[in-house]
């Protein structure tokens, strides 16, 4: 920290995708001229890229600000910024029910927190929600908050999908790809910083470049990322499964680089809820895409996601699931309740599902998962795999393998004398296995 300069504390939440733009956020404000700190009692100003996906991240945000204001009473603070989903959203009742918040910057517009920056410390209320088309300006070098081992790069913004629970379309506008020759650029830079991994996120992947080249380009893209010398793993999040096409299939499974791992959200399996949903898929394609993936590359990993208590969905349905998921098995799944999200179709649903319901269905299929993850661990002893070194916790180097994504999957941890440092690529045997997680034994 500079005592000579205005301090910075920084605070994201929500999504990998909100994490990106808080990196660029930070590398912005850094090359303006501006400090950070890690603690909020020496802030100058305190900036929180906030979240609101479903309720809970809307409480979190709306929390995180009224304590963050608490420190322009007992600390230096002098002005709080709030920036992404729950600005974009909520900019009106911000207003006038925060009235801590100095500055409102939304989803499209966070290549502004520098000039949002300078005009709230002139005690001047800054806003800028901006118009949901184009992209900010992403020439700025990032601050990378994860180590450098590992960075997500953001492939697209916004969706066209209108889900009829999600309210993304709305905060996030229509589905705009980055250019292909930035995005290469920006993942050269990373990889220059010490990125092993890129993690390529959107609110949908596989749909990539329909809207700049006319075609899906997601395959294109892989090929020129493997280029990169120093990059080691291309991991690829939230596919749709219906949008899954043969070209990205052959590159995942012909490209060395490319992590035999797949994030594809289904929310769902039976036709009848699939349709409330919108979803564009039926039961019997989502079977066919899962063999397809798995026949085409056998040793695939499959993650989804699921919602529970959806409106309407009925014990039956809930059975349903529960069963293609048993049937399917998964090798990672999430399981959420259903959040009632205002302006979404599906609030208006009759037939919404107690609490309860949806909490007991949660578990249920939690609970599921766990016996097939652990199978499928047990399955993995004597497999002999290359992992990432993640760090040490109690004496045992963290890894994670091709199967497993940062923060939401499992790790293998190996015990040695050698020494290892994150982001080592290291050859192991799998020795043993836990409920999600594995042991490994250095080759």
């Not at 808080?22 to 501006?34: C, D, K, N, P």
């Not at 600000?65 to 600390?75: D, N, R, S, T, Y």
Request: hydrophobic share 35%.
């Amino acid at each position: 920290m500079n005592e000579n300069q205005t301090n910075i504390f920084f605070v994201s939440l929500g999504c990998d995708k909100n994490l990106v733009d808080s990196e660029y956020m930070l590398g912005i404000l850094q090359s303006a001229g501006y400090s950070f700190t890690n603690t909020e009692e020496d802030a100058d100003v305190i900036v929180i890229n906030t979240c609101s996906f479903i309720d809970s991240a809307k409480e979190e945000s709306i929390n995180t600000i009224l304590e963050m204001a608490q420190w322009k009473e007992k600390g230096r603070c002098k002005a709080l910024v709030a920036t992404g989903c729950l600005a974009q959203r909520f900019a009106k009742e911000i207003k006038e029910e925060l009235p801590e918040v100095d500055a409102i910057i939304g989803t499209n517009s966070w290549d502004a927190i520098a000039q949002a920056v300078t005009e709230v410390l002139k005690k001047k209320h800054y806003e800028k929600i901006g118009e949901l088309s184009g992209m900010p300006n992403m020439a700025g070098q990032r601050i990378l908050t994860s180590g450098t081992h590992y960075a997500y790069l953001k492939i697209a913004e916004g969706c066209d999908k209108h889900c009829t629970y999600c309210v993304i379309p709305s905060i996030r506008g229509r589905y705009r790809s980055v250019e292909l020759d930035l995005l290469v650029k920006q993942a050269r830079e990373l990889v220059e910083m010490g990125v092993k991994e890129l993690l390529l996120v959107a609110q949908e992947t596989t749909l990539y470049g329909m809207d700049l080249y006319g075609k899906k380009s997601l395959h294109i893209l892989l090929q020129k990322l493997a280029e990169i010398e120093e990059l080691k793993w291309i991991r690829i999040l939230y596919c749709y499964p219906e949008e899954i096409y043969p070209e990205l299939v052959e590159e995942i499974k012909t490209n060395s680089k490319v992590c035999h791992y797949l994030d594809l959200p289904i929310q769902h399996c039976t036709d009848r809820i699939l349709k409330k949903m919108a979803r564009r898929t039926s039961k019997a394609q989502l079977v066919d895409t899962f063999t397809m993936l798995r026949s085409k590359i056998p040793d695939i990993s499959l993650r989804t996601t699921v919602i529970c208590g959806f409106p309407g969905e009925t014990t039956q349905d809930h059975n349903e699931l529960m069963q293609f998921i048993k049937e399917i098995g998964f090798d990672r799944l999430g399981a959420f309740a259903y959040s009632r999200e205002e302006g979404t179709p599906a609030a208006t649903f009759d037939n919404q599902i107690e609490e309860d319901t949806k909490q007991l269905w949660t578990r249920e299929i939690m609970e599921l998962q766990q016996e097939i993850c652990e199978a499928k661990c047990e399955e993995m002893i004597g497999k002999h795999l290359e992992v990432i070194v993640e760090g040490t916790a109690e004496n045992v180097y963290v890894c994670r393998t091709y199967k497993d994504a940062p923060d939401i999957d499992g790790y293998l941890f190996i015990e040695t004398s050698q020494v290892l440092h994150t982001g080592d690529f290291v050859k192991v045997k799998v020795a043993g296995a836990y409920e999600y997680d594995l042991i490994g034994e250095l080759e």
